[in-house]
């Protein structure tokens, strides 16, 4: 049987034990049926990575009717704002979840809900779900006149998704970091009430491009082929071994180039995908595809220059941040704690990619939970959700930031122990 820290069994227990914390518990059940409204709403707001404008100035406007105080929208709309803390510590925790999704506009055109209950749609699950369930944390706060003993900010983030790389989580961090101390940083993303993340898989992602002087096939048959230039780059690539642990992977991913059957390829272009748990893993791979690009720009090249030469260039177009948290980190307990405390039995996931990882990158404890219940086809326009006993998420997140952030005239903050 694991071994859980003692004090932070304590607090959970005080917590649910807590009249006025069971009446937020119960406030998030109860209501259920109103998150799930909002987060209905909040989906048919198109939302592309990098357009995320207008549902960042509802969801800003969702925040402030709520209670939320001091809620600003940045130039990237990044949205947050907090529940001030009675101590005036200049400490605080942080909820969020991210207003982009993967689709393009036009794709979301309705919630349709079939016979069981689910909602299909996309972007239903991933990730409007979470900035429903934290305006219904929020409001659960606010109903059972809980203040916490340190602030607690929430937000909305952009740029999660995609090439957008984290990048909001992160302009985030920077602009609480001129604000307060953060103590720890929950994120919402992912499916079912179990699984939690409380590790970062970096990502990788290079873009190479190879360009010669081309001709005709078989009228300058001897100038080099900036294809054939990719191609040996590509089999270069092939004998670089990655480790299993920490897992480590690589592919090529998309491949262009080109321009008439019966030429010899003036340009080719190709994209690399690059995951480890590992950040001395990426390093190593950066240099490997360094050494690999311009080896086959090299192999390509004609001894003799008058026939033209291939030219390579390559640059990095993602860096997200790989990290990890020891197992016993109390993050890591805490949520274990909260999760059993819901009445689940937690699951803890190696790696992961979510928001968390720029705060990992920080070296501030992180988190991210699971929405709550059963979803299906994120990230495809088949999407659905069901919505039964997906309160579970927000009751673990209360629970989490009442331990965290403290509750006045109930319980102690911890968040200065993790």
Known sequence: METLAQDLKAAVQTLTEDTRFCHALAYVKDRLPETICDQKELTLIEAPTGHEEKKARRYMQMLEEAGLTDVVMDKHFNVFGK????????KSVLLEGHLDTVFSFGEVKEIREDEEGRLHCPGICDDTRALAANLAVLRALKDAGLKPVHDIYFAGTVREEGLGGMQGMAWVLDELKEKTEL???????????????????????WEATFEGPGGHAWTACERPSAIHAAALAIAEMTKIKVPTDPKTTFTVSLIEGGQAIHGIAQKATFKINARSNSQEELNRLDDEFIRAFEAGAEAENPKDSCSGRISVTYRKILDVPAGSQPDNARIIQLTKLATLAVGREPNFLPGGCTNTNMAIARNIPAVTLGRGGEE????TLNEWFNPKDVFCCEQKSLILLGVIAGIEGTLKPLGETL
């Not at 529940?83 to 200049?90: E, L």
């Not at 299906?376 to 990230?379: D, E, K, N, R």
């Open 183 to 205: 103590l720890a940083t929950l994120s919402i993303d992912g499916p079912s009430g179990e699984t939690f993340y409380a590790n970062a898989t970096g990502i990788v992602d």
């Open 376 to 379: 299906y086809g994120t990230h």
């Open 83 to 90: 529940v001030a803390g009675s101590a005036n510590s200049g």
